[in-house]
Every structure is written in structure tokens, then in C-alpha cells.
């Protein structure tokens, strides 16, 4: 069998590595790098250039060329070049087949299988984006993992004394956090937190607006409608960026970056290490809090943190580091390069999947146990989420729970599957909805429903629903959640701490209206069943009971439910039930 390969598919730069004897060894690209560009560009005779030949002629033919594209996995996205359009599966597929090329002329031998890392707060249809991108490389995608997940195994290879560890992972666009429990060749994810649109990317776009500012100010001229222009800008300013890290200022010089009337206008700039921090302050800010998420969700505080493990090439940033130490009250560990363990992390598991470690190595005694981000629930009678799966679950994992229908003699039901942490499903995401057909006709309640969610290892979700009466079963696998951004989780998890209570008392309001409903139709199948046997008043009295508890009944709506409404309800039901037995 041939070697697998781990991948670290980043936002700016990739990386490969392979297990050599039992030690992970990242592989140096075809120009000698041990990372490469995740740039891709087409040149006007329609060759396709990835990696540092991309990068480099980015400034001359920056329409045919893609950064970032990592940001638009799981969506419908599309870069449309000299008239064929592009997804983002494509784009980074191409990437990936730079890589599996490079690993090849480094093993002399042909590869097929890999391991592919993902920000850990990834959606299903990002996962699913990202092995659909593999398939178009030529890749056998055996494993996606998460990236903070991939760091901590490469760290527990010589690390492997009993800890918790805190993995603060700021790459080129995304930003995760995870809470790790490295036990006896365990390393178990407690909890995972995170911003997906927040990385390096961001701290640059922020240097390269104040400098076209700064530079309309000097010039009178607006760089940022010069496209070739806003692409050396950048370039500069990522280099500045990386200067400043060891340096307190950095000069930004770039010669002819416009032309006017007067003449060619050159930029030359000083931005002093100060100046930066001002600018991104706020983005530093934002790291803080996913980090106090996970320790929350992990049962923790930070005396119990070991140690803060830096991932991803923009912790490198001064202002990060005092961050993180000022969150933590620690020196964060420097053990591994930033740029490269994520992707030694992935080789290591590439190894055990394909049974290439040493039996009774460190490597593969370990055993690797990661989470879901985000609660998934289906919707059940008024708009409740009805939770199946909790955040922070360890994958993979399969429940089940029975449910059962909402009216008489209903012959289907629809599934809708929902992300998101509120009790109600208004205020959290739609994943995909499926019905299920065939069930066999009976009263309310009769009926039994299994619904079942699997997610896999690679934190991909399917959901079944199967009638237990008729053995019908339907299921789909949830592919269209790439919607829900990571202000959008944040928010959602936010929401439900600010309004767990509300949420509440609502759901108490609304059992009150379920159990009136249940009620009501149990009374009209009674008195179908008994109109001959029962006498005038009692038929009379169990009319007006149902006739008052349904007026009340068809009026409340979820959104309207209320203590006073709820009271009403539990009187009206109790006097029919009273009714009822007498």
C-alpha cells in the first residue's frame, strides 16, 4: 500500500507531510519550500499556475488570480475566468494536486490516500466541500480532521504526560480553539470554539486600507480602483506584517504605484509596530471570546490549562501572543513550528489509517477522539428544537430517539433538521428537511418514529427516520449548511446563555399548549366512540368543554405564548379532563 499523506489545506499556505519510520516529516514542494501558496492563477495562454509561481505574477495578472479561496468552501461561489466559471472544490483541488505531486517526487512512488485537515468549526458542507475537492485531486479522502485536533496529536508525540492543553489556532482566514485532555495515549477534544472569516487575511486588509487612505490623503489619488496596484499593495503589506513581528517599524516602498497627470507617483511609507497594533486591535479582541467559550463548555478555568499551544502562521504577531498571555496568565509553548505541525498532526493519523506505524510506537498507540462544534435537533410540534445531538459531543456518534404524530390518521411527517443552540428553531439554522411517507393511519400519538443522527469521523452528518409500524424509512445526508457564518454560530451561542431563560419559560408556555391539544383530541375521540352510550348532560357538558379549551387552543400561536395565556390553557384542559371522568 502506498504511503498516506497529511495535508494542512490552509487559507494562505498549504502543507504536506508523511510518516517516515514512525516520525512525521514534512515534504519540501518542487521549489523547496516546506509550505506552499494556496494561490492559484491562469495565465492569458490558458496554463494553470498554483502555489509560489502563482503568487509571484499575482501582481501583474491579478484578474486570473485566486487567494483565499479556503473562505468560500461549502458555498456557491464561483470565479468566473476568460468564461468558465470555477467553485471553490476546483480551486482547491488544484492545490491539492500540487501537493499529492510534490509528496510523489518525494517518495518516488504514487499517491493516493490522505488525510485532510479543517478549521474545526467547518460546517458539514465545508467537510464535505473539502472531500469533494480531494476526489477532483485524485485523492481517497480517509479522513478529515480538525485542525487544533491535528496539532495537539503532533504535540502529544513527545508530550504525552498526562495534561490539559489549550490549542489557539490563527491562520491565514480562520481562527479555532480547542481544549485538548491528553491522557494515557488518549488525546480527547473536550470543546471547540471558533471564528471561521477571522485570520491573517483580515490583519493585512486592515494595513492596506490605511494605507490607500494615507495615500489619497498624500497623492489625491484612489488606489483601490487599480486592481493590479491593490494586489502589490497587498503583497507589501503582508510583508510588512511579517517584518514587524521582529521589528518595531517597516517600510512600505513601492515605486510607480500609480500614474496621473503629473506623472508617475511612487508610495513610500513607515508603519511602526504601534501603528499596526492600533489598527487590528479589535481583531485581536475577537479571539477572546471563543477562548473563554471552550474553557466554559470544557468545565474549565484557566489554572487547569497545562499549557497554550500556538497554531498558524499569524499567532507569530506580537500583539497575539500578549493576547493570549494576558487571557491565559501563561507563556504559550513554542514546541512546534506554527506553520507545519497541523499537517505532521494529519500525517501521524494518516499512518494509523493506513496500518504504516511500527506496533508498540508512540505514534500508534495513541488513540485521537474529537467533537461536534454545534447542538443538532429536528423540529417537533410548535417550532421546538427537539436535540438529538449536544455541542461538544465526542465523534463518531449515533443517537436515536423515538417520536410520534402530531394529528389523526397522519400519513407523513417532515423531518427538518436544525444547527443552533435556542430551544426554538426560529431562532437557529436549517440544515436540510426530508419527509418521511407511508406511515400507517392512526390516532395522534399512536404512530412511532425513529429518528436517528449519525455523525461520521469526519463530522459529517446523516439523519434517518424510520416507522417502526411500517419499517418505512427515509434519510438524507446533510450537505447544505455552509450558510450559517461564524457570526451567526457566535451569535447563537451567545443568544442562548443571554436568553436561556426566556427560552424557558416559552417552552414551558408552549407544553401547556401541547398538552391542551393532546387533551382536545383525545376528548373528540371519546365522544365520537361514546355519543350513543353517554347521556344528554354529559354529552353537553364535554361539547361546551372542548368548544371553550379549542377557542383558546386555535388562537395561540408559539410567538404569542404567554404566562396568561399558558394559565387559561392548564384551567380549560383540567376541567375537561374533570369532565371527561365524571
Known sequence: MSKVIGIDLGTTNSCVAVIEGDTPTVITNSEGYRTTPSVVAFTKNKERLVGDTARRQASVNSDRTIFSIKRYMGTDYKKKIDGKSYTPQEISAYILMKLKKDAEGFLGEEVTDAVITVPAYFNDAQRQATKDAGKIAGLNVLRIINEPTSAALAYGLDNGNPQKILVYDLGGGTFDVSVIDIGDNVIEVLATSGDNHLGGDDFDARLVNYLVERFKETDGINLSKDASAMQRLREEAEKAKKELSSAFNANINLPFIAMAKDGPHHMDMNISRQQFNELTADLVDKTVIPVENALHDAGLNKNDIG????????????????????????????????????????????????????????????????????????????????????????????????????????????????????????????????????????????????????????????????????????????????????????????????????????????????????????????????????????????????????????????????????????????????VLNN
Not at 344 to 359: C, D, E, I, T
Not at 370 to 394: F, H, K, M, Q, Y
Not at 443 to 469: R, W
Not at 493 to 521: C, M, P, R
Request: proline share 3%; charged share 30%.
Open 307 to 578: 499549557m497554550v499551544l500556538l497554531v498558524g502562521g499569524s499567532t507569530r504577531i506580537p500583539a497575539v501572543q500578549d493576547k493570549v498571555r494576558q487571557i491565559m496568565g501563561k507563556e504559550p509553548s513554542r514546541n512546534l513550528n506554527p506553520d507545519e505541525c497541523v499537517a505532521l498532526g494529519a500525517a501521524v493519523q494518516g499512518g494509523k489509517l493506513g496500518n504504516q506505524l511500527m506496533p508498540g510506537s508512540a505514534a500508534s498507540e495513541i488513540i485521537l477522539m474529537d467533537v461536534t462544534p454545534l447542538s443538532l435537533s429536528i423540529e417537533t410540534v410548535g417550532g421546538i428544537a427537539s436535540r438529538l445531538i449536544e455541542r461538544n459531543t465526542t465523534i463518531p456518534t449515533r443517537h436515536s430517539q423515538i417520536f410520534t404524530t402530531a394529528g389523526n390518521f397522519q400519513t407523513s411527517v417532515d423531518i427538518k433538521v436544525f444547527q443552533g443552540e435556542r430551544r426554538f428553531t426560529r431562532d437557529n439554522k436549517l440544515l436540510g428537511n426530508f419527509k418521511l411517507n407511508g406511515i400507517k393511519r392512526a390516532m395522534a400519538g399512536v404512530p412511532q418514529i425513529e429518528v436517528t443522527f449519525d455523525i461520521d469521523a469526519n463530522g459529517i452528518v446523516n439523519v434517518s427516520a424510520k416507522d417502526l409500524g411500517t419499517g418505512r424509512e427515509q434519510s438524507i445526508t446533510i450537505t447544505s449548511s455552509s450558510n450559517m457564518s461564524e457570526e451567526e454560530i457566535e451569535r447563537a451561542k451567545w443568544e442562548a446563555e443571554v436568553y436561556g431563560e426566556q427560552d424557558k419559560k416559552n417552552e414551558e408556555y408552549w407544553n401547556s399548549h401541547i398538552e391542551a391539544e393532546n387533551t382536545l383530541k383525545r376528548a373528540e375521540g371519546e365522544y365520537s366512540q361514546n355519543k350513543k352510550v353517554w347521556d344528554k348532560a354529559k354529552k353537553k357538558a364535554v361539547k361546551e368543554a372542548m368548544n371553550q379549551l379549542k377557542r383558546i387552543v386555535v388562537k395561540c400561536k408559539p410567538e404569542k405564548m404567554n404566562a396568561d395565556l399558558a394559565h387559561q390553557l392548564d384551567e380549560l384542559r383540567i376541567n375537561l379532563e374533570n
